[in-house]
């Protein structure tokens, strides 16, 4: 699936015709142009989704901070969206950099994967999304809106369901809380 195949089917969906290019004539192609990306954007940085995550170490900036950080580290030029941050340290986000008092850094963090990379349960979802956005502008019927949402939010239940079960859960092991249900110490 490409981008314009996304875009055209949700505008089918519309009873609004199929596109080739975002720059194709009418209001359809126009709505895709301008909602498509900030759709998919918004999409990719709502949970964990394990296709469209990386792992990076991240080289530690030579200049320091001028705050109360010791240490600054580059945000990869592909990053949406940082999910987790390793060693597990206070830190600060400013525009495209991190600031942290560890020496090394690590991090997990969304992006944005090819669209041929996209899983099924995802693509469907986004379908769904674009068709209940593109509804207003294309057809300015708000019933299709209506339906297309509700579809959507079905979709995206399921495509996070899916979605998680690519990794295993993680048990608890040891903990406090558990060590009191059962009486122990």
């Known amino acids: 699936m490409s981008d314009i195949g996304n875009a055209s089917n949700a505008l089918q969906m519309l009873?609004?015709?199929?596109?080739?290019?975002?720059?194709?004539?009418?209001?359809g192609a126009a709505a895709a142009k301008a909602l498509y990306e900030p759709i998919l954007t918004d999409l990719l940085t709502k949970t964990y989704w394990r296709f469209a995550m990386k792992k990076q170490s991240l080289n530690r900036l030579?200049?320091?901070?001028?705050?109360?950080?010791?240490?600054?580290?580059?945000?990869?030029?592909d990053c949406l969206k940082i999910e987790r941050v390793y060693p597990?340290?206070?830190y600060k986000v400013y525009r495209d950099l991190i600031y942290t008092d560890a020496s090394s850094l690590k991090i997990d963090y969304a992006f944005r994967p090819d669209t041929s990379l996209f899983p099924s349960y995802f693509t469907l979802a986004?379908?769904?999304?674009?068709?209940?956005e593109f509804a207003l502008s294309v057809t300015d019927d708000s019933s299709k809106n209506a339906l297309y949402e509700q579809k959507f939010r079905q979709a995206i239940g399921e495509a996070f369901a899916a979605d998680a079960q690519q990794s295993p859960q993680t048990p608890i092991v040891d903990s406090p809380f558990t060590d009191v249900r059962h009486g122990g110490f």
């Open 88 to 90: 597990r340290i206070f």
């Open 126 to 132: 986004l379908t769904y999304k674009l068709a209940s």
């Open 62 to 77: 030579s200049q320091t901070p001028e705050n109360e950080f010791a240490y600054a580290y580059q945000i990869p030029t």
């Open 15 to 27: 009873g609004a015709g199929s596109i080739s290019s975002f720059d194709d004539p009418g209001a």
